[in-house]
């Protein structure tokens, strides 16, 4: 039977997870839902109640595993070559999570001038170890994402602890519940890239 992963997205970027092109891949932050989680899985995210944001029981993505790659494969596979990063690119092209190239050298990894980065386009050392410490990226052709544009998710869903309320991640494995969210996607019908991140919205906004 699949397992459910829910966890609370603090920061709605389309970074983590990248929806583009198609294809909804997680490939840094949630370590251990990376480590852990198996094809059929499903992984929710919902939206964060910190002020600004008050986006608290509402759906921000879902996607279904269907395979797991390491960075070494994720690096140099053709159909993800659109998810390395150009931050001095289009929103779709700078929020790219393929950010790993591995380092035959140093036995390690080069991170990407990306969202991870300092600002100054360095490695940021946090990121880098935490990412890498999970040499997983979960990818999902069977996904919804809808940013902060995302349907308030229905009360059923909610008593059976669908909603994560702090840090890390819940793991439900409950088949009703599990068939119940699946059964509510299909109703939505809308897969795929449905609906602009948070930041996207700010940034939008600031630029008038």
């Given at each position: 039977?699949?397992?459910?992963?829910?966890?609370?997205?603090?920061?709605?970027?389309?970074?983590?997870?990248?929806?583009?092109?198609?294809?909804?891949?997680?490939?840094?932050?949630?370590?251990?839902?990376?480590?852990?989680?198996?094809?059929?899985?499903?992984?929710?995210?919902?939206?964060?109640?910190?002020?600004?944001?008050?986006?608290?029981?509402?759906?921000?993505?879902?996607?279904?595993?269907?395979?797991?790659?390491?960075?070494?494969?994720?690096?140099?596979?053709?159909?993800?070559?659109?998810?390395?990063?150009?931050?001095?690119?289009?929103?779709?092209?700078?929020?790219?999570?393929?950010?790993?190239?591995?380092?035959?050298?140093?036995?390690?990894?080069?991170?990407?001038?990306?969202?991870?980065?300092?600002?100054?386009?360095?490695?940021?050392?946090?990121?880098?170890?935490?990412?890498?410490?999970?040499?997983?990226?979960?990818v999902s052709g069977r996904f919804a994402y809808f940013g902060a544009?995302?349907?308030?998710?229905?009360?059923?869903?909610?008593?059976?602890?669908?909603?994560?309320?702090?840090?890390?991640?819940?793991?439900?494995?409950?088949?009703?519940?599990?068939?119940?969210?699946?059964?509510?996607?299909?109703?939505?019908?809308?897969?795929?890239?449905?609906?602009?991140?948070?930041?996207?919205?700010?940034?939008?906004?600031?630029?008038?």
């Open positions: 039977m699949p397992s459910l992963y829910s966890y609370v997205v603090r920061y709605d970027s389309c970074f983590a997870p990248n929806p583009f092109h198609g294809i909804c891949t997680l490939a840094t932050c949630k370590p251990r839902i990376r480590q852990h989680a198996k094809a059929g899985d499903w992984i929710v995210g919902t939206g964060s109640n910190r002020k600004g944001v008050r986006r608290g029981g509402f759906l921000v993505h879902a996607m279904q595993v269907d395979e797991s790659l390491t960075f070494a494969e994720y690096w140099g596979d053709p159909r993800f070559t659109r998810k390395k990063p150009d931050l001095f690119g289009s929103y779709c092209m700078a929020c790219g999570d393929n950010i790993y190239r591995p380092d035959p050298v140093g036995n390690g990894w080069r991170q990407l001038n990306s969202y991870h980065s300092e600002k100054d386009g360095t490695p940021h050392q946090g990121h880098l170890q935490r990412d890498t410490g999970a040499n997983r990226v979960l544009e995302g349907p308030q998710i229905p009360q059923d869903l909610k008593c059976a602890g669908l909603i994560h309320q702090s840090s890390g991640y819940r793991k439900i494995e409950d088949p009703e519940t599990i068939t119940a969210l699946e059964s509510w996607l299909c109703q939505l019908g809308k897969w795929g890239y449905r609906g602009k991140p948070y930041d996207m919205i700010q940034e939008m906004e600031k630029q008038g």
